[in-house]
């Protein structure tokens, strides 16, 4: 997916009468004394961040939630131009980045690359199996904040008690 932040700067180039120079102390045939603007030329500049990523994960755990949760930053590089990364142990990772990069390389014909960054966050899951009134299940504790998913959480209420 990709998230885009755009910044637009604007800039006016003002041209005034060449004639009166724009004061009207003069009446010329192009602004007839009105000391008015003769043209303007307008410079759109849009600033955009393309953010994209790649999710290693194992377990039935939904991506999104990993995307919302902090994690330990195993590598980070920020250049104009990034290689794709080729030797992390996790040889899904250094395709993911090869993938990547050479994505964004031609994903923006019209725009102008100033800055790129390349990082790999790591993300603890801890996957849990357990047992209880005879049905078995289980349930995730992801991230640093330690968040909870249980989809298959046996009771909906129970009596304002919350799985923490």
Known sequence: YDYSIELQVFLHLLSRCFVCNGSGRIECYKCKGRASLRWYIELKITWKNHLEDHIVERTALPD????????????????????????????????????????????FPTERILMQRHRVRIVPVTQVAYSYKDMNSCFFVY??????????????CCCGCTVI
């Open 64 to 107: 999104e939630l990993i995307r919302t949760v902090s994690g330990e930053v195993a590598f980070e590089e920020t250049y104009p131009r990034v290689w794709p990364i080729n030797h992390f142990p996790e040889s899904e990772i250094n395709a993911a980045s090869n993938t990547l990069v050479s994505k964004h390389k031609s994903a």
């Open 143 to 156: 991230g640093f904040e330690h968040r909870v998913h249980a989809p298959d959480y046996p009771a909906k």
